[in-house]
Structure formats: structure tokens, C-alpha cells
């Protein structure tokens, strides 16, 4: 059987609810042939359902945040394709654990990178149900990206992402955190990598007005603060190739 061309990868914690069904369709797109589920620390069984849904998983004792789970997940990709006779670098396609079903819809995010008209892709969700928030933190990372860039996305805190190998390694070392996406993206831009904004029509969970989805806004502000912070001083602007299809 041939190699597929991308890699699914699925940063999960605590998501045992969701996970399989996302696993499921994932493992159904267009030249997907591995999906690799990085457990950060869960203490629900998000692993073994992922693993019983056909996933690849790797775990974090602890939980170590979104962007290591990332790095961690192309990590894992790259020890996949040592043990391959004939391996191809695979294009890596970011999905949120809670996507579910929906997840199906995915692959128009990949299509672009594998037809080499784009270094990134970046979701504009389809279906834009309104959180619980102020979108304050959505406002900020835009923002900052336009004043770094000249070129703000329409969902900039958007995980569902594809990429080249290239693309990623060229991201590296990535934001900490929530401010993994923000960076991300400043940094492709600003070596002149092509970033193509793609409707999809997912879906997932809507974060809510307690004190916890609270507390993980502030987390997710801090995250990207620092983020654009680290990119603001001394380094001059380009202007952005960002595009919708």
C-alpha cells in the first residue's frame, strides 16, 4: 500500500468524550495515512480511546501545553518514517481532539499544501457559533499579527492548521502554549512562507462562562501576549501573502 502524503495530528487532554469520533473521521480524509493523538497528561482515558479509534498515541506524563503537544506530535511522525523503507516527509494537518464528526470536513484544509500552492493553511471556521467570551483574546493575537505582519487572519487562534515539513520546521521553536498559533504565523509570514485562509465547515465545543473557561482565556491571553511580545522588537514588517479560498 502506498505512503499517504499527510499526518493528522491531535493535541488531546482530557477529551475522552470526543476524541474517538475525531480519530474516526480524521483516519477517513484524503491522503491521510497516520494519525498520531498526543495525550497531554489526560486523566480520563482520552489515550486509550484515541488508540482504540485507530490512532497512533503518544503520552505526556504531565501536562505540558498545546505547543509542546504539537512538537511532540511531528516528533512521532519523524519516528513513524524512520522505520518506513521509503519514507516521504508527510504534510501535517493540526486538529482540535473535540472536532468530532465534523472532522470529516477537514481535508479542504490539506489541499492547498498538497498541491503546492500554499506553505500553511489556516481554518476559518464555516459555522461561527458565538462564544462565551468577548473575544478579547481573538481581538489581541489579530491585532498584534497585523501590526507584525500587515495581514490579519479571520480566525487568527484558529489550531486547525496544515503545513509542509518545511513550513513547520521553519516555525520552530514555537510559542509557548496558547501562543503557539499567533507565532506561527508572524514567523511563516516573515520568511516570506505562503499562508492560505480555507472555509471549512467544523465545528466543536463552545467554551462557556464559568470560572474555568474564564481562567483559560487568561491563560490563552498571557500566551499570546508573550508571543507578541517576543516578536515585536527589532524586526521589520513584511507584507503578508494571506488569502481565503
Not at 85 to 106: K, Q
Not at 145 to 164: S, V
Amino acid at each position: 500500500m502506498p505512503q499517504g502524503d499527510v499526518a493528522v495530528i491531535i493535541p488531546a487532554r482530557n477529551e475522552a468524550d470526543r476524541v474517538g469520533a475525531t480519530v474516526t473521521a480524521a483516519r477517513g480524509l484524503a491522503g491521510v495515512d497516520l494519525v498520531v493523538v498526543v495525550d497531554d497528561g489526560s486523566g480520563d482515558g482520552t489515550g486509550d480511546v484515541a488508540a482504540r479509534a485507530g490512532a497512533h498515541v503518544v503520552r505526556h506524563s504531565r501536562t505540558r501545553g498545546k505547543a509542546a503537544a504539537l512538537v511532540t506530535g511531528v516528533e512521532a511522525v519523524a519516528a513513524v518514517e524512520s522505520g518506513e523503507a521509503a519514507p516521504v516527509p508527510r504534510h501535517v494537518l493540526f486538529l482540535d481532539a473535540d472536532l468530532g464528526a465534523s472532522a470529516a470536513a477537514a481535508g479542504k484544509l490539506a489541499e492547498p499544501v498538497r498541491a503546492g500552492t500554499a506553505d500553511a493553511t489556516i481554518a476559518v471556521f464555516t459555522d461561527r457559533v458565538r462564544k462565551g467570551g468577548f473575544g478579547i483574546v481573538t481581538s489581541v493575537a489579530g491585532a498584534g499579527i497585523e501590526r507584525a505582519t500587515g495581514w490579519r487572519p479571520a480566525q487568527p487562534l484558529n489550531g486547525q492548521r496544515c503545513l509542509t515539513r518545511a513550513a513547520f520546521a521553519a516555525a520552530l521553536p514555537l510559542a509557548t502554549g496558547w501562543g503557539a498559533e499567533t507565532g506561527m504565523t508572524i514567523d511563516l509570514l516573515r520568511q516570506g512562507l505562503r499562508i492560505v485562509e480555507v472555509e471549512v465547515p467544523l465545528s466543536h465545543r463552545v467554551t462557556g462562562n464559568d470560572w474555568h473557561s474564564q481562567l483559560h482565556r487568561l491563560s490563552q491571553l498571557r500566551d499570546v501576549a508573550r508571543a507578541l511580545a517576543a516578536r515585536a522588537p527589532g524586526i521589520r514588517a513584511i507584507r503578508a501573502r494571506g488569502r481565503v479560498r
